[in-house]
């Protein structure tokens, strides 16, 4: 089943493309209504129904809970995925974004694929990895979100924070309603997260879909871990941590590939290493 109104789309392309263009602190859009209100109600729902196959990231600089296995998604989620993959809404990033040859990934590798949030979560400013762990020849270009919140309330927090790389303050805040759609490039200063602890009352959660786009390069591409940055007002300890939380990612990027090592066991020894908020 079709989620997406196709139909609509190129009449959107062009103001959106000038959007894109003027956004601040880096290239980005947002849309609001993104799908047409049925679609968007049924995929809550099948949110809502999907149950198994949740992983909890609990470290210093993120916790939530993920889900990518979409063979363990209700059928609306499923759905939307395959229009995101689909080579028409690809020629509609390329008309926006201008950038040519987008790749999807059905992996849904690094991450990406539903996200979660209960009351205490967060995830702190950050730039994303710019490979993926399967194609090493793959450069992530774009960051789809999409936003299943009904009548969230502003003193949540919960809001995605959009930070200038050369303050390290935050240049925008969005708030996560329903059906709000937000698409930025994943370049060098493209700093980002929502790092206020989640304030919502039990029985409520921060719901997202993510979605990641790339392109094919002519040469093996180093696969960078995602680089966490300290806010302008943050202190030494929480500084330090951030660094510690780092460094610990950039050891556990290539141990992930070649090894064992997932990331269940990572979460635990960055536990016993207090390398967790509390």
């Not at 849904?108 to 539903?114: C, N």
């Not at 240049?171 to 790092?195: C, D, K, Q, S, Y």
Request: charged residues 30%.
């Amino acid at each position: 089943m079709t989620m997406i109104a196709f139909d609509k789309l190129p009449s959107r392309a062009r103001a959106l493309r000038s959007e894109w263009e003027k956004a601040e602190p880096f290239p980005h859009i947002v849309l609001d209504g993104f799908l047409p209100s049925d679609k968007a109600d049924q995929v809550l729902e099948a949110f809502d129904r999907t149950n198994e196959g949740w992983v909890f990231h609990n470290h210093y600089n993120e916790r939530k809970y993920c889900h990518s296995k979409k063979e363990l998604m209700a059928p609306a989620l499923r759905d939307l995925f395959a229009d995101f993959e689909s080579a028409q809404w690809l020629r509609f990033l390329e008309e926006v974004t201008g950038i040519p040859n987008l790749i999807s990934d059905p992996t849904l590798d690094g991450s990406s694929g539903v996200h979660k949030s209960l009351p205490g979560c967060y995830l702190n400013v950050h730039r994303e990895s710019a490979g993926h762990n399967s194609h090493s020849d793959w450069q992530r270009q774009l960051n789809l979100l999409l936003y299943f919140n009904k009548d969230w309330k502003e003193e949540w927090e919960g809001e995605l924070e959009l930070h200038d790389y050369r303050t390290r303050s935050c240049a925008r805040r969005i708030t996560p309603i329903f059906n709000r759609m937000v698409l930025f490039h994943t370049n060098e200063i493209a700093f980002h997260g929502n790092p206020k602890k989640l304030r919502c009352p039990e029985g409520v959660a921060r719901k997202s879909l993510a979605i990641y786009y790339f392109t094919k390069g002519q040469k093996r591409l180093w696969l960078r871990p995602v680089l966490y940055k300290p806010e302008a007002a943050d202190g030494a300890a929480r500084r330090a941590r951030i660094a510690l939380n780092n460094f610990a990612l950039r050891v556990y990027f290539p141990l992930r590939q070649y090894t064992p090592i997932n990331d269940e066991f990572v979460e635990k020894v960055m536990r016993f290493l207090r390398l967790t908020r509390d």
